[in-house]
């Protein structure tokens, strides 16, 4: 079965630091992965996602992942936070073969606090 | 395009008693998901369909069960409810199944237990 550990809980930064968001995951076939991030009181947007290509990925508001293979990691990056980037950011991973076989296993989520 | 809608937003329920949920994907989309959140376990998969079939499951309660129609729309049905289903349920769609597209996630249902 798969899992994925997102290392912070808790994370808090001021304004303009740049911030690192830890993901790793166990499963050894083809993965799709992607960053989620749910805001105060909205429901779950997607971020980014890596199926294939490019293990370097952007995504909305300045996010950028990148996808290390033999380090079974899926970190999320950005060069300098903004106070609107408070919010719960989850990790998640899906078999890639396209059987889809157990929906999307999530990890236990980084709440980030920017502080202005 | 409208995003994912789910009804009711809210909802509480006493012990025993059984819940329908219901959920309406975006346009297009073929496959629906639904997942468990909460704060002690976090985001779980409970099961997804696509065609009015269920193709996967996750790791629940023969209590949990769901459907879908021949629109898309899905609904999810607890029965026998217990203290500890209190909890968001989240459905999300996508076009072509979890492992091959994204998805796209609803508000949630905000199921309380009493």
């Known amino acids: 079965a798969q899992s994925v550990s997102q290392h912070n809980h808790h994370v808090i930064l001021s304004e303009a630091a740049s911030l690192e968001l830890g993901c790793n995951y166990s499963?050894?076939?083809?993965?799709?992965l992607f960053w989620y991030v749910q805001y105060p009181g909205q429901h779950l947007q997607l971020l980014l996602k890596y199926f294939s290509g490019d293990p370097l990925v952007k995504g909305i508001k300045g996010f950028e992942a990148e996808f290390i293979k033999s380090k079974f990691s899926f970190n999320l990056r950005k060069p300098s936070v903004q106070w609107s980037d408070t919010a719960e950011y989850f990790c998640?991973?899906?078999?890639?073969?396209?059987?889809?076989?157990?929906?999307?296993?999530f990890g236990k989520g980084t709440h980030l606090i920017i502080q202005p | 395009k409208a995003g994912v809608t789910q009804t009711p937003r809210y909802l509480i329920k006493t012990r025993g008693q059984q819940v329908t949920l219901s959920c309406s994907p975006i346009s297009g989309h073929r496959s629906v998901s639904w997942y468990q959140q909460t704060p002690g376990q976090g985001l779980q998969f409970l099961f997804e369909y696509f065609s009015e079939t269920q193709r996967n499951k996750g790791n629940f309660p023969g209590r949990f069960s769901g459907r879908q129609f021949s629109n898309s729309r899905s609904e999810m049905n607890v029965s026998t409810l217990e203290l500890g289903d209190s909890a968001l349920y989240l459905c999300a769609s996508s076009l072509g199944g979890p492992g091959t597209d994204t998805q796209y996630f609803g508000p949630g249902t905000r199921l309380t237990v009493l």
């Open positions: 998640a991973v899906n078999e890639g073969s396209g059987g889809g076989a157990d929906g999307l296993t």
């Open positions: 499963y050894g076939g083809t993965v799709n």
